[in-house]
């Protein structure tokens, strides 16, 4: 009941709406909300690196003194001096020349400094290596002036360290991931741009040769429409029955010297002079009959029978007998009639070929479809293109690097929108 009551009388919290931000405005807001940040951090790296330098001088005055400076026993050894000489002009020589290589003539932008910092710690890790063993000796003869070099440079190096963490606090490097962010999705949306121009002037090319496409299978369909192509096409399907009833004589021809060969060739071997056009009927029967205007293969014919019935030429019984039934069937009316078929259709075929050259519609067609040809190859390049460019936009992934930088925003201020 209670929990009942507090829900009646409970307060509902307003429903917070949603901030939407233009991209084209998002640098000027980001300048706005973070402008004093960044420029603080600014102020303090100038401030340290004045610091740094000054550090840097003081570096250099205390190298000299201890450069300078007296024994506080001079009743030593001749070579203990001389060792502590050796040492002491290393040490010099190599701090010196180290502090001569961090002299900062650069801007104060973040990058550049922040290669300072990294040149720096470089350069002190090698310094420290080097001189390890020449400061450990001086610390024996000039405690107090090596222990200032070394109390500097370790002054130097918390300046560096400072440095760091204002350059590198996570709220700049949170401004800064914001900023890349911006940058990165205008390089995209120029890029998108190009890309969208491209892929525009690609589909006014498809468009374009369909177009043309169209127009020529319009032409083509008028064309098949015309007298002359309907002419065109009946004597095309001529000329195929009349090709197919040449075939047809051919294997006519090719079955029954084929059953005759094997008695053909024996009788080659002893009626030489026929021997050239006997293998040319077996090898083409029908355009040699056509060529054999005395018919001599009748007389072969006859002698080849001849000579079957002798037993001259011998074969096995079966094929003797299919052989002499065979040529029985190739009489004078049956040459007659293949060679009537051949030549009609021959010549019917010759009739049909001027006809067709006439009408000059062989070369109309296959220039049509040449170019029907050449169109279809241009717009598959053209849409290969189109799909090509199509996913270079989508790889370009705007409205996932739009949520990451709305992310980032949010970590760092507040939740927006923002609006491409």
Known sequence: MISFLKRIFQKEEPVKAEKFIGFSDLERWLNTNAGFIVSQAGSDARKIMVDFNVKLNRLHWSVEA???????????????????????????????????????????????????????????????????????????????????????????????????????????LDIEKIRNGIAGIKEKLTLREGMEKELGAISREIEDARKKREEMVREVDALKQSENFVRYKGLKQEREALLKSITSCEDIM??????????????????????QLIISYLSAPLDTLVGDKALVIMRILDKTRE??????????????????????????????????????????????????????????????????????????????????????????????????????IKNSFEEVKIRI
């Open 66 to 172: 201890l450069k300078n400076s007296e024994l506080q026993n001079p009743d030593i050894s001749i070579k203990a001096k001389q060792y502590m000489a050796g040492n002491r002009e290393f040490y010099a020589n190599a701090v010196i020349k180290w502090s001569e290589s961090l002299k900062y003539g650069g801007n104060y932008g973040f990058e550049e400094l922040r290669h300072f910092i990294v040149s720096f710690r470089e350069s002190i890790n090698e310094l420290n290596k080097a001189t390890l063993k020449s400061y450990t000796i001086l610390q024996e003869f000039f405690a107090n002036e090596s222990s200032k070099v070394a109390s500097i440079i370790k002054d130097m190096e918390n300046s560096v360290n400072d440095l760091d963490s204002r350059l590198n606090s996570p709220k700049i």
């Open 307 to 408: 000579n079957l019935e002798k037993g001259v030429l011998r074969l096995d019984d079966d094929k003797k007998q299919k052989s002499l039934e065979e040529i029985k069937k190739l009489n004078n009316e049956f040459f007659t009639q293949m060679i009537g078929e051949y030549s009609a259709a021959a010549k019917r075929i010759k009739e049909i070929d001027k006809d067709i050259r006439e009408l000059n519609l062989s070369a109309v067609m296959g220039e049509h479809n040449s170019r029907l040809n050449n169109i279809d190859f241009s717009i598959r390049n053209l849409e290969k293109s189109h799909a090509k460019v199509k996913e270079a936009i989508d790889k370009l992934a705007i409205d996932s690097s739009v949520a990451e930088l709305e992310s980032a």
């Open 254 to 275: 090719g079955q029954s010297f084929s059953v005759l060969e094997r008695a053909l060739r024996k009788y080659s071997h002893i009626a030489f002079e026929h021997e």
